[in-house]
Nanobody, 112 residues
Framework: VQLVQSGYELRNPGASVKVSCKAS????????INWVQQAPRQGLEWMGH????????QYAQKFQGRVTFTIDTSTSTAYVELSSLKSEDTAVYYC??????WGQGTLVIVSS
């Protein structure tokens, strides 16, 4: 079972970014894909999850409104899109099948 994420992203404040997470080694629709944020010098913060079977989502309150989870079952890929980026969104973003399987993380830097 493996989750492989897209690479480093640099964005200006106000822009959007979309991070991908490609799953392999298992039936994609079997497990929720979770997204977790780790800001500099901060702990891990759960952002929410998506059910690949039906696309239903759940967002942590902090991220509701500016974060969107989507999936493409044809490619076994999950996505997280963050809009209206702020410097505080600078972080490593992980996809995960909690608790044991994690992507390698994607660093997103928001800076002008």
């Amino acid at each position: 079972v493996q989750l492989v994420q897209s690479g480093y992203e640099l964005r200006n404040p106000g822009a959007s970014v979309k991070v991908s997470c490609k799953a392999s080694g298992y039936t994609f629709t079997r497990y929720y894909i979770n997204w977790v944020q780790q800001a500099p010098r901060q702990g891990l913060e759960w952002m929410g999850h998506i059910d690949p079977e039906d696309g239903r989502t759940q967002y942590a309150q902090k991220f509701q409104g500016r974060v969107t989870f989507t999936i493409d079952t044809s490619t076994s890929t999950a996505y997280v899109e963050l809009s209206s980026l702020k410097s505080e969104d600078t972080a490593v973003y992980y996809c995960a099948i909690l608790p044991l399987v994690w992507g390698q993380g994607t660093l997103v830097i928001v800076s002008s």
